[in-house]
């Protein structure tokens, strides 16, 4: 089959683990940039990487890369591409743009002719041209622009890839699924070892972490951009759907753990979970965090903590924080802590040695996730068996 270019971009900071991630899905030839990683594949690639992956945001396949010096060069360049041989004019379009250090001064403009661009072949070739639709596009456009270069790309996901079908109720300001994914892959956890999210929020640890433990490809239940380009080829799709089925674990008892204080944001897990059929297969309660104990003599304690609104003003937070550090180093011996935060305080204030600060980015807030080792030898004892050390990055 015919190999092509994609781009997944990807949670700033989870290139390394994407990379990783499409070669196991077949990607050659990949590559990490700022931003998501760059692969090439035949359509099968693509179709997986889209079903498979946890960690993209999107799959795009880029159908032009040249340079440029002027608007004219971007309409050109669009203008050329076989836009009616990859869809119909039935269906809507949406364009979006972003660039660095591109010389041009609006890229609004640039937009507008990359829009005109692609209106204009249909119009030429078909007498029809696709109407645009801003909110729900049957097919977006990307374009990307830097200092010399212009590249396009047909986005075969449709919409982003960390919306799994899954959730019915997001909580205060969640974390995007693959970006979750991405946390529990640096961690170094692995299913049936217990993981405990102790202030779990609307459940997107527990989420993840169910999918990864009875192996459900996070993209089962949703539609994708591919399915209505006019080379889809359906019997591939439906060969790679039931090839993921069949690899789906039994619906059996694991040991994750969630709780939250909050009654209300309990029930927007408990909704979550159970629209996704995992309600039998997890544990969540009402508890404070700092009241809790640990489930199991070892395990991975990872979580999101709540700031700001839920907890209160920078006082609570200098009171919570010191609180948090203690119930970890007494009643978590033998675990592995990771908390991601953007909250410069809390590594500050929780008086535990973070062994590792991992940089990542929750859209374009800087945050950081914090590896605390609650460990003496009980933990190194258990490592000569299943539970793997954490990777680097």
Not at 156 to 163: C, P, Q, V, Y
Not at 328 to 338: D, I, N, P
Request: charged content about 25%; hydrophobic content about 40%; proline content about 7%.
């Amino acid at each position: 089959m015919t190999r092509h270019c994609f781009f997944a971009p990807c949670p700033r900071g989870l290139e390394p683990i994407l990379a990783a991630e499409l070669e196991q899905l077949g990607a050659s030839s990949v590559q990490g940039r700022d931003g998501g990683v760059q692969f090439q594949g035949d359509w099968r690639v693509c179709y997986r990487a889209n079903l498979e992956s946890r960690i993209a945001s999107r799959i795009l396949w880029q159908v032009a890369t040249q340079p440029y010096a002027s608007e004219a060069d971007v309409y050109n360049i669009a203008r050329a591409l076989p836009w009616n041989e990859w869809f119909t004019p039935a269906l809507t379009i949406r364009v979006n743009v972003a660039a660095i250090k591109c010389p041009l001064r609006s890229l609004d403009f640039v937009t507008l002719k990359i829009k005109d661009a692609v209106c204009d072949k249909f119009r030429e070739i078909t007498a029809r041209r696709p109407s645009v639709d801003t909110a729900r596009p049957d097919i977006r456009i990307h374009g990307f622009l830097d200092a010399w270069k212009f590249s396009l790309y047909l986005d075969t996901s449709g919409e982003a890839l960390f919306k799994r079908g899954l959730r019915e109720r997001a909580g205060e300001a969640p974390i995007r699924e693959n970006l979750a994914a991405g946390i529990l892959r640096l961690t170094g956890w692995q299913p049936g070892i217990p993981l405990l999210d102790p202030m779990c929020g609307s459940g997107t640890f527990l989420l993840e972490a169910a999918q990864i433990s009875l192996n459900i490809a996070p993209g089962l239940e949703r539609g994708f951009a591919f399915e209505k380009l006019t080379k889809f080829d359906k019997a591939l799709w439906d060969q790679l759907r039931k090839t993921a089925i069949a690899r789906q674990k039994p619906k059996t008892p694991q040991p994750i753990f969630g709780s939250d204080l909050y009654g209300d944001v309990l029930a927007a897990a408990r909704a979550n979970l159970s629209a996704a059929g995992f309600s039998e297969i997890l544990t969540l309660k009402q508890a404070n965090v700092l009241e809790i104990s640990a489930p199991a003599p070892f395990g991975f304690l990872v979580t999101n903590p709540p700031y700001g609104v839920r907890i209160g003003e920078q006082q609570a937070l200098t009171e919570f924080y010191p609180k948090l550090g203690d119930v970890l180093k007494k009643r978590f011996s033998g675990w592995e802590a990771y908390i991601f935060t953007a909250d410069p305080l809390l590594p500050k204030l929780i008086r535990l040695n973070a062994s590792r600060r991992t940089p990542l980015f929750n859209g374009a807030l800087e945050c950081r996730l914090l590896e605390y080792k609650m460990v003496a030898g009980g933990m190194r004892r258990v490592r000569q068996g299943n539970v793997p050390q954490p990777t680097k990055s």
